[in-house]
């Protein structure tokens, strides 16, 4: 199956899930199309990634691609996914996601066109419960896929252990940015457990658990999949300091606004002269940042040469995961597929 | 099993599979003893309502008391609560909980304590990645609980029918806090889906469907559930204003300060003078509201008959489960247990 056609079935999958929900939703209270609309809004954007690296584990470790339920089973990566968008953004208080106001912006919205005292308030509680509900969803979704009982015995210690890891890197990941510093190698933890396990090896993982794949399968997706994530993730954080908005669905510089300790930041911050590390010191994080502050945070980051250092260290954990792939005792066609989601989670226009 | 033996043994199981997560989160990083520390704070209190009412809905329904596993499904409920009360402190901005500091406070002063910046901002987020955390575990704690497939998979249609009521509740509930107004029938809609049906009803039916029962004895479990955990909150209503702070757990008048729309305020409002109504307008969410601003809306609860309606309303609920429950198809252990119960959960020293 071509990448744009499981990217299809998730899309299918997804939209079915909701589409079921909704009128036990509507029973409860007309008023609860505001959540389905919010949830509604965030699932017309995003790549699918996860769904879509569950899919080729599954694959790889010689599932039948026909499967039925296996892509619903994937495609709940979506929704957890969702949940963790959502309450970010609240955590992070960011305005814009995926190019459309954040879910609690939204909601702010909507209470504040209502008339209703504590806009804001109901905002944050509003998005605080719809994350809370993609998450259970998530959890439903993947059990009701009508995979059999064995598949989802196996699958369900990788989605135990990937929710766990995720929430835990999440939790480490607000302590850097409350310490306000990070090493690169604290930096890179993070990376690991909130990004390149979460987005990658546990997906692939995943599928081919489902699957009821061998260790060497697992192993060579991990030796795979854990470069991909890394990189996926320092990519990220080049585009959210370098990117362009319409791509990024962000505005320019906002994790520079948002002070994230990212691998980028300490790169720099190791190559930075006393000056400069003071510049970075005294603009990262500042919410009312303007454009000259985030042209001088990237002339920094620049200058010191941490971007180079960040591209290196990409492609040299995009060249690390190619190897194993070309390696790795896993189907053609999914070999083949691996390399081309490599490449477009690491692309510079991602 | 007498209940004080069933708390026991939902309090071990709920030891035990945190006691089983902690290897794996300090793992990943020593700092997420932070997250295990709040977690052990808010499980050491509560009165594991839920997971009885799940053991006795399953004894309703004929399981076997004894049955290995039962009661680590049941004990998933309180993983589930400490999800929702973590992320309804943050909500509410509540300072206390159990008597202890809420989660959110208990990480701000981890962060201050650190004199690490943002400390408030850390505090929520930690707050909500711990309520997501648990959310998660009380998923895995059901489904690895050990109980047969069959079972599970028809407790898994109660469970998350479960989750999907009370966060829809919990998104009526602040929308009608963020209105700042609901009649008795609002009040009581929110009432029916964030308490009864979370708190009594669907445990019960978990319990019931966990061993398989029939339709009439999940007829009769709502028949006496739902007006019990309508009785349930109105009693919660009724010590958040008048209650004792020593039992309660909170500061006295903390609803008021939060400016809850609780039934007790709706009955009130239907019964007060405009001079009355306006008081309650301008007292009513007052986060600085003193101890005279706390007595004089209980004033107005009492002297406008409100407080005495909402008692009324709490016996008349009573009364209706007892007569459901004397004719019920269920054993004779598990009634009088859950008239026990009941007793307990609508006790004026709740």
Redesign the interface.
Known sequence: MPLSRVRKEIDDALAAFVDR?RP??LA??A??T??LDALDALLAGGKRLRPAFCYWGWRAAGGDGAQPGLLDAAASLELLQA?ALI?DD??D?SDTRRGQPSAHRRFEAL?AR?G????A??G???A??????C???S??MF??SGLA?DRLARG?RVY??M???V??????D??V????RASVAEAL?VVE?KSAKYTIERPLHLGAALAGGEDDVRDALTGYGMPVGIAFQLRDDVLGVFGDPAETGKPAGDDLREGKRTVLVALTLERATPAQAATVGRLLGDPALDVSGVDALRTIITETGGLAACEALIDRYAGEAAAVLVDAPIAADAQAALSELAVAAIARNA
């Open positions: 929900q036990g939703l409860i209270g008023e609860l505001g959540l949940s309450h609240v955590m208080s209470a209502g209703w005292s504590g806009a308030a109901f944050e509680g509003a605080i419960v719809l994350g809370d509900l998450l259970a969803w959890g439903e059990e009701t009982d369900r135990d252990l929710r766990t890891e929430m835990c890197g999440q939790y480490l607000l302590m940015g409350a310490r306000g933890r457990f």
